[in-house]
């Protein structure tokens, strides 16, 4: 007979600023992702509305702020734009691979020269190669790096010029951090590729969803995510899609959804 299942203990961190929203305090409630049941719990806490960060999952618990809504992308009934039909043209002979969870110099480098020019006061700015380790390799779910390359050059690879740590799950593809090469003569729309590449191929494999993180009114360095329609946003009655209206709120709590039966691997459709 299995152990039962116990019901996980969370815990609530300290306020801290947000770096989202200017004079604004974050707080967040999280648990941890260990033992044999730990992937059924992060893709049931995914649901409804949590992130993964290494072996712990957490969400926004602000006591005066609700702006974090949590998106998911629709895969099978995307529809790039015509702007996003010539990001995947232009950026169509990179290779793409889905690597195991394991950092390399290459990663690092990249992640580096990304964070110096998109984040240089950010948290992860200080980040060291112990801690690049950590956020790629302590996980406790099915995880992988891909891995955006230029055409191999004399039969070696080419450069990374993008990387991706996702994760795979039975309802769709969790886009956990994405990093790529944003220098002078770097390839324009390189971010908005990687989505773009993980929509497409969440499709083929049949998996509906790619979820997107948080998305937040009002912050600039959140609006990417509105392109990627149609999107689906995490509220009081559950999912619905972007352009619905809020009902009004719920009188029962959302529970968690039923386990779905795990797809395919998706990465090489």
Known sequence: MSAPFRFPKFFVTNP???PYLPGKVERKVFTELTGRHASELNEALGRIGFRRSQSVAYRPSCIDCSACISVRVLAAEFEPSATQRKLLRRHADLEVSACKPWTTDEQYSLLRRYLAVRHPGGGMAEMDESDFA??????????YVIEYREPPVDGRPGKLVGA?????QSDGLSM????????PDARKGLGTYIILDHIVRAARAGLPYVYLGYWVEGSNRMAYKTSFRPLERLGRDGWRRMDEAEPAPATKAITLPARRTRSRLMIDA
């Open 134 to 143: 950590d956020m790629v390799e302590q996980t406790p779910v099915r995880t």
């Open 16 to 18: 801290s600023p947000c």
């Open 164 to 168: 991706c740590l996702s994760d795979q």
């Open 176 to 183: 956990i951090y994405s990093f790529f090469d944003v220098g």
